[in-house]
């Protein structure tokens, strides 16, 4: 059983900077495959950006503006240059066992 409860979010001004913080229950670098995903309203779920067998991996409209890190129980999502369309509720979610684990979501809104 992994807990995962993230936190961090808000509303940001498009331009802006927000950092995601998912706390976890469980030892992250005995973790090999965790990341971050969000859906937008009306939208299926996405990945955003992962970290598996020690590699990251973004999605196309995330790159080189978000960046993915972890402690040993705490992964991040730094997310820069916010635009509108970044807009959702994220997620944090580990593998386990063949099994996945979700945080119950935090909203990110960016508008002026």
């Known amino acids: 059983q992994v807990q995962l409860v993230e936190s961090g979010g808000g509303l940001v001004q498009p331009g802006g900077s927000l950092r995601l913080t998912c706390s976890a229950s469980?030892?992250?670098?005995?973790?090999?495959?965790k990341g971050w995903y969000r859906q937008a309203p009306g939208k299926q779920r996405e990945l955003v950006a992962i970290i598996s067998g020690g590699r990251t991996n973004f999605a196309d409209s995330v790159k080189g503006r978000f960046t993915i890190s972890n402690t040993r129980n705490r992964m991040y999502l730094q997310m820069e240059s916010l635009k509108p369309e970044d807009t959702a509720v994220y997620y944090c979610?580990?593998?386990?066992?063949?099994?996945?684990?979700w945080g119950q979501g935090a909203q990110v809104t960016v508008s002026s």
């Open positions: 979610s580990v593998v386990v066992d063949s099994r996945d684990y």
């Open positions: 469980n030892n992250l670098f005995s973790i090999n495959f």
